[in-house]
């Protein structure tokens, strides 16, 4: 009887302090090997659909196992962060997907995260624990709907019913036992197909399948060529870097609410800036402006790059 009520006691701390640091949803999975997710990956791999994202390939091992990332892990929480935005950019500027208008979530969830593990070790004891935002080889969209936050929509985004997919996913995984979340069970994207009729680039595949190589978020951000193959001009819409389309288009967000975060409060010129304003940017400009922004990804050159392939004047 002990051992239940501790049991609960953590899962109610855990599920508490999630919402005390702002975020929108908490769930909580056993950990163990995820071998479906693993052959999806291996599948996805060989297909080649990662484009030239290399880091992709690395380290299967441990994106497949929480127990290679932290010895002895047994459950893996996973939290979701809104960032849907209160301001939208202004007409005719270069678009730019929305978890970018503010500050880079690497930083601010990592922060989260750390004070959540501090939190823990000071109400239940030492744990041994790591959390993880999109930087590390985790799962966290498989982990996600194991934990009962959503199910993956044919965009290869998870869904969260009441929300939408505006937000991150950041996992934490610790080395205690706790009160398990049922897994999301069902798809309620049905016979839609609004996401795949909407890419421009066709990058969304039948079943779930996501052409990494050519999706325009891959070629404004993830390819650091010094150039985007000529027969995609014109492709891009009005996207310099990253792309919401596939997002923009899903009912289910119609549910999307503005994040509290102010962290992610939009900056001015990415709101207001006009294709000639981005163009005449001085390197020394963007490095000041955009120093804690997710475009420095993308560095100055890439932005120049980007510019050259949207629609807008």
């Known amino acids: 009887m002990h051992q239940l009520n501790l049991l609960q006691k953590n899962t109610a701390l855990i599920k508490q302090t999630a919402k005390e640091l702002g975020f929108s949803f908490c769930g909580i999975a056993k950990a163990e090997v995820l071998n479906e997710d693993a052959k999806r990956l291996e599948a996805w791999l060989n297909k080649n659909l990662h484009g030239k994202m290399q880091y992709m390939e690395n380290h299967f091992d441990l994106r497949i196992d929480p127990t290679k990332l932290v010895p002895g892990?047994?459950?893996?929480?996973?939290?979701?962060?809104?960032?849907?935005?209160e301001q939208q950019q202004s007409a005719n500027t270069p678009h730019i997907a929305k978890y970018a208008f503010g500050k880079d979530y690497h930083e601010v969830i990592r922060a989260k995260l750390r004070t959540f593990l501090q939190i823990l070790n000071k109400e239940i004891g030492a744990i041994d624990g790591r959390g993880f935002v999109d930087?590390?080889?985790?799962?966290?969209?498989?982990?996600?709907?194991?934990?009962?936050a959503g199910w993956i929509g044919k965009n290869g985004n998870l869904i969260n019913k009441q929300n939408g997919s505006f937000y991150f996913i950041a996992t934490l995984?610790?080395?205690i036992d706790l009160n398990y979340d049922d897994p999301f069970a069902k798809d309620y994207c049905g016979t839609?197909?609004?996401?795949?009729?909407s890419c421009p680039t066709?990058?969304?595949?039948?079943?779930?399948?996501?052409?990494?190589?050519?999706?325009?978020?891959?070629?404004?951000?993830?390819?650091?060529?010094?150039?985007?193959?000529?027969?995609?001009?014109?492709k891009f819409k009005d996207w310099m870097f990253g792309c919401d389309i596939c997002q923009d288009v899903?009912?289910?967000?119609?549910?999307?609410?503005?994040?509290?975060?102010?962290?992610?409060?939009?900056?001015p010129e990415i709101l207001n800036y006009s294709k000639k304003q981005w163009a005449d940017l001085t390197q020394e400009s963007f490095k000041d402006i955009f120093r804690d922004s997710p475009l420095k990804r993308t560095k100055y050159a890439g932005i120049q790059r980007n510019l050259q392939f949207i629609q807008l004047k």
């Open 192 to 197: 839609c197909s609004k996401c795949i009729d």
């Open 173 to 175: 995984i610790v080395d």
């Open 73 to 85: 892990a047994k459950s893996v929480i996973t939290v979701l962060q809104n960032y849907y935005p």
């Open 202 to 234: 066709e990058a969304i595949e039948p079943n779930k399948q996501i052409n990494g190589s050519k999706c325009i978020s891959y070629f404004t951000i993830e390819l650091k060529d010094a150039l985007i193959p000529e027969e995609l001009k014109g």
């Open 135 to 148: 930087s590390a080889p985790v799962l966290e969209r498989a982990w996600a709907v194991k934990t009962g």
């Open 250 to 267: 899903c009912p289910w967000n119609r549910f999307s609410s503005p994040t509290t975060e102010t962290s992610f409060s939009p900056l």
